[in-house]
């Protein structure tokens, strides 16, 4: 083959990789318009909930009392804490988590809800709160809603599948290529000025934390209302049927208060076993009682905080749990959750780690790791993360900013390559995305029909997005 065959086919794959390489940076680009001011919303929200959970704790379950030589009974707690409350009756009790600790008491009285932090050496009443309506529940709710309910949720969820979509392209983008080496891939080129500087820091920044956001970003769509509710969480519920006993309509997740996720993510779409019948394992004998039942738990070596929820009407269960969901323990291999029958005593359900599935597994790990509850370690790294996106988004603003056409009319798109069959490739990614991310394939079809519709009609305003 003559050396001019093979400099026409050398140039001719040059431009194809060109061309793929604008497509990319379009898809990056376009994505990044909708992305990043969720992204930023999400990992400042995400920042604030860290501290938050770390420093005052989420349910005062950090607050502090002087240990003497015994403690009172769970009941006699629950008395204090109901008297603190006018009308009120106690739903959950959560043992403290170390010795110097609160217990904390929910206390119901109508269709409110009070957290009640009780000495359990004095019975003492040390503080009264509105339950699930602090501020990390606040920030919380912006960070899964922005206070907009379905819609927000909607919102968020095609932003997290998109942003999935601007790693695979940032990582595309910034891989060494035309003889580069890793070290601009992986130290930024400080000594830089300008836009480069900011391309630099943007793209080795992007490319430390790709995993990572991946990471966090599946575990946040395995609580969204589409991708997560309907699809990995449905299939991946823990079956009831397992149970042996009379189910109730009501779920795992009514034990969630005000939309706060309280119960492992592998059974919050399990049915509850309903009480009354003779199914289950001998357990209790004798009154059942939050005392019993507190006293059956530590029996089965639940240390530290565990939760035990009291039956809600005359079929409903005593439910003891220790989850990270929960922030129970740094430890989701240890999760476990027990259904008690309150009229014979009876185990009707033992649920652990070891019966979730594999993705189930995985989110239980995920998730404590997406808040921050693995150890000290865990909110350093998580910090750093949260900060590193805040970087990473700004830092693409600012690129754009740079290059950003004279022109104010113009929004300065990178260009779209001529002559590339772009709407096969196109068609292809709205498929593969409908299947696995249905909200993110459903937005991008909306724009290729907006592009070959009515853009196509108003030159105008298509030039404004170029």
Same mark, same amino acid.
């Given at each position: 083959?003559?050396?001019?065959?093979?400099?026409?086919?050398?140039?001719?794959?040059?431009?194809?990789?060109?061309?793929?390489?604008?497509?990319?940076?379009?898809?990056?680009?376009?994505?990044?318009?909708?992305?990043?001011?969720?992204?930023?919303?999400?990992?400042?929200?995400?920042?604030?909930?860290?501290?938050?959970?770390?420093?005052?704790?989420?349910?005062?379950?950090?607050?502090?009392?002087?240990?003497?030589?015994?403690?009172?009974?769970?009941?006699?707690?629950?008395?204090?804490?109901?008297?603190?409350?006018?009308?009120?009756?106690?739903?959950?009790?959560?043992?403290?988590?170390?010795?110097?600790?609160?217990?904390?008491?929910?206390?119901?009285?109508?269709?409110?809800?009070?957290?009640?932090?009780?000495?359990?050496?004095?019975?003492?009443?040390?503080?009264?709160?509105?339950?699930?309506?602090?501020?990390?529940?606040?920030?919380?709710?912006?960070?899964?809603?922005?206070?907009?309910?379905?819609?927000?949720?909607?919102?968020?969820?095609?932003?997290?599948?998109?942003?999935?979509?601007?790693?695979?392209?940032?990582?595309?983008?910034?891989?060494?290529?035309?003889?580069?080496?890793?070290?601009?891939?992986?130290?930024?080129?400080?000594?830089a000025r300008g836009r480069a500087f900011w391309k630099?820091?943007?793209?080795?920044?992007?490319?430390?934390?790709?995993?990572?956001?991946?990471?966090?970003?599946?575990?946040?769509?395995?609580?969204?209302?589409?991708?997560?509710?309907?699809?990995?969480?449905?299939?991946?519920?823990?079956?009831?049927?397992?149970?042996?006993?009379?189910?109730?309509?009501?779920?795992?997740?009514?034990?969630?208060?005000?939309?706060?996720?309280?119960?492992?993510?592998?059974?919050?779409?399990?049915? #509850? %076993?309903?009480?009354?019948?003779? &199914?289950? +394992?001998?357990?209790?004998? $004798?009154? @059942?009682?939050?005392?019993?039942? =507190? *006293?059956?738990?530590?029996?089965?070596?639940?240390?530290?905080?565990?939760?035990?929820?009291?039956?809600?009407?005359?079929?409903?269960?005593?439910?003891?749990?220790?989850?990270?969901?929960?922030?129970?323990?740094?430890?989701?291999?240890?999760?476990?959750?027990?259904?008690?029958?309150?009229?014979?005593?009876?185990?009707?359900?033992?649920?652990?780690?070891?019966?979730?599935?594999?993705?189930?597994?995985?989110?239980?790990?995920?998730?404590?790791?997406?808040e921050g509850d693995l150890g000290v370690w865990n909110?350093?790294?998580?910090?750093?993360?949260?900060?590193?996106?805040?970087?990473?988004?700004?830092?693409?603003l600012v690129m754009w900013w740079k290059r950003r056409?004279?022109?104010?009319?113009?929004?300065?798109?990178?260009?779209?390559?001529?002559? #590339? %069959?772009?709407?096969?490739?196109? &068609?292809? +990614?709205?498929?593969?995305? $409908?299947? @696995?991310?249905?909200?993110?394939? =459903? *937005?991008?079809?909306?724009?290729?029909?907006?592009?070959?519709?009515?853009?196509?009609?108003?030159?105008?305003?298509?030039?404004?997005?170029?």
């Amino acid at each position: 083959m003559s050396d001019i065959t093979l400099g026409a086919e050398a140039r001719q794959a040059d431009a194809s990789v060109n061309k793929f390489y604008f497509i990319a940076w379009r898809w990056h680009f376009y994505a990044g318009l909708y992305v990043i001011p969720f992204l930023v919303m999400l990992a400042t929200t995400g920042l604030i909930m860290l501290w938050i959970s770390w420093s005052a704790g989420i349910d005062s379950g950090r607050t502090m009392v002087t240990p003497q030589s015994g403690i009172l009974s769970p009941s006699a707690l629950q008395a204090a804490a109901e008297a603190s409350v006018p009308g009120g009756k106690a739903v959950q009790y959560i043992e403290p988590v170390a010795l110097d600790r609160a217990a904390i008491l929910v206390v119901a009285a109508g269709d409110d809800k009070t957290g009640v932090a009780v000495d359990p050496y004095t019975g003492a009443v040390l503080k009264t709160f509105a339950w699930r309506a602090g501020w990390y529940e606040f920030v919380n709710k912006i960070h899964g809603t922005l206070l907009l309910g379905s819609f927000g949720d909607r919102m968020i969820e095609i932003a997290a599948s998109l942003a999935i979509i601007m790693v695979v392209t940032g990582l595309y983008l910034h891989w060494p290529r035309n003889g580069g080496g890793w070290r601009n891939v992986l130290v930024p080129r400080l000594a830089a000025r300008g836009r480069a500087f900011w391309k630099s820091l943007h793209g080795v920044l992007g490319f430390w934390i790709s995993l990572f956001l991946v990471v966090f970003l599946i575990s946040g769509l395995s609580w969204a209302g589409i991708w997560g509710e309907r699809i990995v969480q449905a299939w991946n519920t823990f079956p009831a049927e397992k149970f042996g006993a009379p189910l109730s309509d009501a779920t795992h997740a009514s034990m969630n208060h005000d939309g706060h996720h309280e119960v492992p993510w592998g059974v919050e779409q399990t049915p #509850l %076993p309903e009480s009354g019948s003779l &199914a289950g +394992v001998d357990a209790i004998e $004798g009154d @059942v009682s939050l005392d019993s039942v =507190a *006293a059956f738990a530590r029996s089965l070596g639940f240390v530290g905080r565990f939760q035990i929820n009291l039956p809600a009407d005359e079929t409903g269960v005593w439910t003891i749990s220790h989850d990270s969901m929960s922030n129970d323990g740094p430890n989701p291999s240890a999760d476990r959750t027990i259904h008690i029958d309150r009229y014979s005593g009876n185990v009707l359900a033992d649920v652990r780690y070891a019966d979730y599935s594999p993705y189930a597994k995985a989110m239980a790990w995920g998730i404590a790791f997406h808040e921050g509850d693995l150890g000290v370690w865990n909110l350093v790294f998580n910090t750093l993360f949260c900060l590193s996106v805040i970087t990473v988004s700004v830092s693409g603003l600012v690129m754009w900013w740079k290059r950003r056409p004279e022109t104010a009319s113009r929004l300065g798109a990178p260009p779209r390559p001529r002559d #590339l %069959p772009f709407w096969k490739g196109a &068609a292809l +990614v709205v498929l593969l995305l $409908g299947v @696995v991310f249905p909200l993110a394939g =459903a *937005a991008i079809l909306v724009v290729l029909l907006l592009d070959a519709t009515f853009l196509r009609v108003t030159p105008g305003l298509k030039r404004a997005l170029s």
